[in-house]
């Protein structure tokens, strides 16, 4: 378990859908954030069957005691309990402020791909205004063009001189750090960015194989705030020993920021 601090911590997982066991597995993610005890959680792949009773943002924030704001998308029949059903998997986030606004970008895609979106969710915490943006870029090998392409209509999203104390950018960006789309957010001019975590994140498919790991999921920090990164871990990464599953196919990634 983390130290309880006053700064402002946030965590960023891909949740997986429905996929693998799911009941299972997302009872490992209410359990390991519990302890993480984070203010804010940026997820992705944030699953809904409304016919299955299955919605892993609602079941979080219900159970973490926390507030929420979801923008489904990418909805499509899946296999859920050996059977077909109609499914959403999009993006969430939970918060322990208020919750003030929630909107979703469309992001130009591809038809191999499908609907890719950024979700921006206004928050008051600790009598800070902060604007939480959260993304899913493409997971389309050798399409490094269209990653720049989502991450430059993103932050054109944010670009308007709008006033707030901390902007938190994160999200699965599907590539890795030594990538052009990650080095085009360090170059670009379009806005400032502070990585909050260099090392620590996990693509698909992987959970089995540590040597296997790399880092595709991340925090940002964009634009110039009085917040400062002050630590950043590598989270959900722990197995049931009993059932030897993880609470998903990516690991999370921590960040805490002080003033």
Known sequence: MFPESKAISVVTLNTWKGDGAYLDRIKLIQEQAADLKADIMLLQEAFKAESCGYDTAKYLAEKLGMAFAAQPARMKVRRVDDIEVMTTSGLAV?????????????????PNDGERISQFVEIKL????????????????????????????????????????LIIFGGDLNCFPDSKPVSWLHDTHLIETQEACHHLGKSFGTINSDADQKQVDYIFKLGNSRFRLEDVRRVFDRSCPTKNIYPSDHFGVWARFSN
């Open 94 to 110: 939970l918060t322990h402020g208020k919750i003030i606004s929630n909107e979703a970008l469309l992001l130009d895609s591809d």
């Open 126 to 165: 600790q009598n800070s205004q902060i604007l939480v943006v959260n993304t899913h870029l493409t997971h389309l090998e050798n399409r490094d063009h269209l990653r720049i392409k989502q991450l430059n209509q993103t932050l054109n999203w944010i670009s308007d001189n709008r006033k707030y104390d």
